[in-house]
């Protein structure tokens, strides 16, 4: 489990997400707090809830981001839904407890990833042998002939004779060593610890081999998943997975894949998928996170008619999940009640009061995201790790172009963003994309006959570029 301090989170966010210090402190509290219940005596463990929160914030400010950034950094199972997927159960559409059985089915994967990297030594040893055994094959005794579990295709074993006179593509003096009497188990030992060495050195890596491979064989069956139905679903791709197991299938791959595919089946194999299960469902409960973003766009009530009419069923539906409650998963029972939710919405129109008032209950934090300014713009133009300046630098590159932004064209269009934002739509930091991708559209067209060359940007050029466009405010509602 996560051993970051609030600190320590809201720096990290910092690398990605300018600003917004309120959502990002309220954030890395909620996540520090699981790890303090975790310690708490156990009497007193059951009691404590998690606090909810609600992110309330223009379009494009950076809710969605410090969502994705919080998941890569959780090490917790994480899953970020859109509230306005759900329909009220009746209606077309996903029920809600379909978000649990989705961050169960993650955390197993998560689980098992980590149980597979525990047995990896061990993984890569059975696929060394089982390697070496397809290369030069064991010769057994009738009475004693074991089930082969990958029967060696002949054009895998070694030629021995080839190998001598140098017709095939094992380097040339270690061919020599490899000419033993196979019936003689002393020297095929011995033989087997040779080629075990050159496997080791990576002097096989290149020689084709032919494996054989299981295919996870599931039958396409889709079935809308309106609820009760999903509970069949599971029950049919069972069924079908009886039915039809995987096939097999010879594969001609390269040695040193065929080791990585090799290891990856065994440790398949060596997992203990029951135990990988329990964890994993310990884990959804007691550490897992959901993400309801969208969350405005199913505020409302009653009153309203058409598409309206089911938010405040899905709102119903919730409630439950986030209050806690017992959900049936393929993997066994979830309890739902120390599952910690983040929800975020603009709240454009409604207003976190239009929520049912028992699930605004449920959300005891609100926090409020900053409209950004054009400081900011500067900022999230050049400073995150990801930074937009630097993604379109990075793509230049590739064509052997050199870009680069003079301070004074940055501040040009971080002011134009600005702009814009405030005489049409504040659509935030997406603003930035639309006017970049318009500033650099001759350059990245023409990018491929302006190789080798070394593209200055500076304010003259952005102003040259969409002073025109910024100035006329229809031309700009279409534009940018
Ligand atoms: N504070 C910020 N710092 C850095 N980048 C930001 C910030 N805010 C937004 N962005 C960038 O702007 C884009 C849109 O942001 P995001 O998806 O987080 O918006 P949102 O707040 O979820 O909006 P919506 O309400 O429309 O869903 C993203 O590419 C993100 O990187
Ligand atoms: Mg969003």
Same mark, same amino acid.
């Given at each position: 489990?996560?051993?970051?301090?609030?600190?320590?989170?809201?720096?990290?966010?910092?690398?990605?997400?300018?600003?917004?210090?309120?959502?990002?402190?309220?954030?890395?509290?909620?996540?520090?707090?699981?790890?303090?219940?975790?310690?708490?005596?156990?009497?007193?463990?059951?009691?404590?809830?998690?606090?909810?929160?609600?992110?309330?914030?223009?379009?494009?400010?950076?809710?969605?981001?410090?969502?994705?950034?919080?998941?890569?950094?959780?090490?917790?199972?994480?899953?970020?839904?859109?509230?306005?997927?759900?329909?009220?159960?009746?209606?077309?559409?996903?029920?809600?407890?379909?978000?649990?059985?989705?961050?169960?089915?993650?955390?197993?994967?998560?689980?098992?990833?980590?149980?597979?990297?525990?047995?990896?030594?061990?993984?890569?040893?059975?696929?060394?042998?089982?390697?070496?055994?397809?290369?030069?094959?064991?010769?057994?005794?009738?009475?004693?002939?074991?089930?082969?579990?990958?029967?060696?295709?002949?054009?895998?074993?070694?030629?021995?004779?080839?190998?001598?006179?140098?017709?095939?593509?094992?380097?040339?003096?270690?061919?020599?060593?490899?000419?033993?009497?196979?019936?003689?188990?002393?020297?095929?030992?011995?033989?087997?610890?040779?080629?075990?060495?050159?496997?080791?050195?990576?002097?096989?890596?290149?020689?084709?081999?032919?494996?054989?491979?299981?295919?996870?064989?599931?039958?396409?069956?889709?079935?809308?998943?309106?609820?009760?139905?999903?509970?069949?679903?599971?029950?049919?791709?069972?069924?079908?997975?009886?039915?039809?197991?995987?096939?097999?299938?010879?594969?001609?791959?390269?040695?040193?894949?065929?080791?990585?595919?090799?290891?990856?089946?065994?440790?398949?194999?060596?997992?203990?998928?029951?135990?990988?299960?329990?964890?994993?469902?310990?884990?959804?409960?007691?550490?897992?996170?959901?993400?309801? $973003?969208? +969350? @405005?766009? #199913? *505020?409302?009530?009653?009153?309203?008619?058409?598409?309206?009419?089911?938010?405040? /069923?899905?709102? !119903?539906?919730?409630?439950?999940?986030?209050?806690?409650?017992?959900?049936?998963?393929?993997?066994?029972?979830?309890?739902?009640?120390?599952?910690?939710?983040?929800?975020?919405?603009?709240?454009?129109?409604?207003?976190?009061?239009?929520?049912?008032?028992?699930?605004?209950?449920?959300?005891?934090?609100?926090?409020?995201?900053?409209?950004?300014?054009?400081?900011?713009?500067?900022?999230?133009?050049?400073?995150?790790?990801?930074?937009?300046?630097?993604?379109?630098?990075?793509?230049?590159?590739?064509?052997?172009?050199?870009?680069?932004?003079?301070? $004074?064209? +940055? @501040?040009? #269009? *971080?002011?134009?963003?600005?702009?814009?934002?405030?005489?049409?739509?504040?659509? /935030?930091?997406? !603003?930035?994309?639309?006017?970049?991708?318009?500033?650099?559209?001759?350059?990245?067209?023409?990018?491929?006959?302006?190789?080798?060359?070394?593209?200055?940007?500076?304010?003259?050029?952005?102003?040259?570029?969409?002073?025109?466009?910024?100035?006329?405010?229809?031309?700009?509602?279409?534009?940018?």
């Amino acid at each position: 489990m996560q051993t970051f301090t609030p600190r320590e989170i809201v720096s990290e966010l910092d690398r990605y997400i300018i600003g917004q210090n309120k959502a990002k402190r309220a954030v890395a509290i909620a996540l520090r707090n699981r790890w303090r219940r975790m310690r708490v005596p156990e009497e007193l463990k059951d009691e404590i809830a998690p606090k909810n929160i609600i992110m309330i914030g223009p379009t494009g400010v950076g809710k969605t981001e410090i969502a994705r950034r919080l998941a890569k950094l959780s090490q917790a199972p994480f899953l970020k839904v859109e509230a306005s997927k759900f329909t009220e159960v009746g209606y077309v559409g996903r029920d809600v407890e379909s978000m649990i059985r989705d961050l169960v089915e993650l955390s197993v994967n998560m689980v098992k990833e980590e149980e597979m990297e525990n047995v990896k030594v061990k993984a890569d040893e059975l696929a060394e042998e089982r390697i070496l055994d397809l290369l030069l094959p064991r010769r057994v005794t009738p009475d004693e002939q074991p089930e082969p579990k990958f029967p060696p295709t002949d054009s895998n074993v070694l030629d021995f004779d080839r190998a001598k006179t140098g017709r095939h593509d094992i380097p040339g003096n270690e061919a020599e060593i490899l000419q033993p009497k196979v019936e003689d188990t002393d020297t095929y030992d011995k033989t087997r610890e040779k080629l075990k060495k050159l496997l080791r050195e990576g002097k096989l890596d290149e020689r084709p081999l032919e494996i054989e491979t299981r295919e996870k064989n599931t039958p396409m069956v889709e079935i809308f998943s309106a609820s009760g139905i999903e509970e069949m679903d599971i029950n049919i791709k069972d069924m079908f997975g009886n039915l039809f197991p995987g096939k097999t299938k010879t594969k001609k791959v390269l040695v040193k894949d065929a080791r990585n595919i090799i290891a990856t089946e065994e440790a398949q194999r060596l997992v203990d998928m029951d135990k990988v299960v329990s964890l994993a469902v310990k884990k959804v409960e007691e550490t897992g996170i959901i993400f309801l $973003d969208e +969350i @405005d766009k #199913i *505020a409302g009530r009653e009153s309203a008619h058409g598409p309206d009419v089911s938010r405040e /069923g899905v709102q !119903r539906d919730i409630l439950p999940i986030v209050e806690g409650s017992s959900i049936n998963t393929k993997y066994g029972i979830v309890k739902t009640d120390h599952i910690l939710f983040i929800a975020a919405g603009a709240f454009h129109v409604s207003k976190p009061s239009d929520l049912i008032p028992e699930l605004q209950g449920r959300f005891p934090l609100r926090v409020e995201l900053d409209s950004l300014d054009k400081d900011d713009f500067v900022k999230i133009l050049t400073e995150p790790k990801n930074a937009l300046v630097t993604q379109y630098v990075a793509l230049m590159e590739t064509e052997t172009v050199t870009l680069e932004f003079k301070k $004074d064209a +940055i @501040d040009e #269009i *971080a002011q134009m963003a600005a702009q814009v934002n405030e005489r049409s739509e504040n659509i /935030g930091a997406r !603003r930035l994309h639309t006017i970049l991708e318009k500033l650099l559209d001759e350059i990245s067209f023409k990018a491929p006959e302006l190789s080798k060359k070394k593209i200055k940007i500076d304010r003259a050029y952005v102003q040259e570029k969409l002073k025109d466009i910024v100035e006329d405010q229809d031309l700009s509602k279409y534009i940018l």
